[in-house]
């Protein structure tokens, strides 16, 4: 294993392909076998998510409530990616994300993943681990994934904005479409209890009630102090600036292209959104998400 995080020699940008009707790319299927045979243990707690729906965001606050008092020195030594690593990911000649999280010294893992529900690794069900799975508002989550795949070597190529448009409407992205992926996740609510569902727009509107909605489901109780500390270190323009949350030391991204922490905000799809991609954009959303709560997801 010679490569790094900070130091990496990736290929040409990957090619999407469809897999168990997903959308995938080859980093997120090379470990599969090895990934679908991950042991969880029951303190496990599995962060889930569309990608760009706030993952970063919850990872951070969940790593300061279980270890920023005990372990000040994770803050200012450990980049994220490494603290709560993505269990899904394999990059060539580096650790994979499911080694990062079987050396993981800490407990409990914190592990990350964006997998569709049906991928999953059976045991995390079987061992009734935590789930926390974010949400966020699906024109918001494309404007910030399309910028992503502008700047990230590891993603196919993002094209221009129209194709763009209509590949996320089609379901034609890595992680497959956002609708399935939220959709499924809400419903698995229905049979897996220990599964708490979120949303980046609540997070917005109240960082600290979220926090302490969160730490009701884990069933920590954060001294006053703490948790004011915690939700203030977790604002954006913190979180930006610290190069342990802000991925500047993650090489296949180009921060001249996009930074990572990119704007933070509700509703920048109106910076990028036609009244015409709009109009064609909610009346799909419409036919494609009938749950009330998923609706109203719909009208930021
Ligand atoms: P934008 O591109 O809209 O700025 P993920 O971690 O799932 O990849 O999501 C990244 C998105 O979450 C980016 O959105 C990023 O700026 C935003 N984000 C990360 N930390 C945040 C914070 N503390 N407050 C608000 N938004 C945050």
């Known amino acids: 294993m010679s490569l790094t995080p900070e130091k990496m020699d990736l290929p040409p940008r990957p090619e999407l392909f469809d897999f168990h009707g997903v959308s995938m790319t080859h980093y997120f299927t090379d470990n599969w076998e090895n990934i679908q045979n991950f042991q969880a243990r029951p303190d496990d707690i599995l962060i889930a998510t569309y990608p760009k729906a706030g993952t970063t965001w919850v990872s951070y606050i969940l790593d300061l409530l279980y270890f920023g008092e005990t372990s000040p020195e994770r803050q200012t030594s450990i980049p994220i990616y490494e603290r709560v690593p993505f269990l899904d990911i394999a990059f060539p000649s580096m650790d994979t994300g499911k080694d ?155 921060f001249k292209v996009s930074p990572f922490m990119r704007k933070g905000k509700v509703g920048d799809w109106k910076n990028h959104f036609t009244v015409a991609q709009n109009e064609e954009f909610d009346e799909d959303y419409k036919r494609k998400m009938k749950d009330p709560t998923l609706q109203q997801l719909g009208e930021h």
């Open 100 to 254: 990062l999280v079987d050396k993981l010294p800490t407990s409990p893992r914190l592990i990350k993943t964006h997998f569709p529900v049906q991928f999953v690794p059976k045991s995390f069900w079987e061992q009734n681990c935590r789930i926390i799975y974010v949400a966020r508002n699906a024109k918001d989550n494309m404007v910030s994934f399309f910028h992503f795949d502008r700047m990230n070597k590891a993603e196919p190529e993002a094209g221009d904005w129209n194709s763009y448009f209509q590949r996320f409407l089609e379901g034609k992205m890595v992680f497959g479409s956002w609708y399935d992926h939220v959709n499924n996740w809400w419903k698995k609510k229905e049979t897996y209890s220990n599964l708490h569902y979120m949303f980046y727009e609540d997070m917005i509107e109240d960082t600290g009630r979220e926090i302490d909605k969160l730490c009701n489901f884990l069933g920590l109780s954060p001294s006053a102090e703490d948790k004011k500390l915690i939700t203030g270190g977790v604002q954006f323009d913190n979180m930006k600036k610290n190069s342990m949350a802000n991925y500047s030391t993650f090489s296949a991204m180009d």
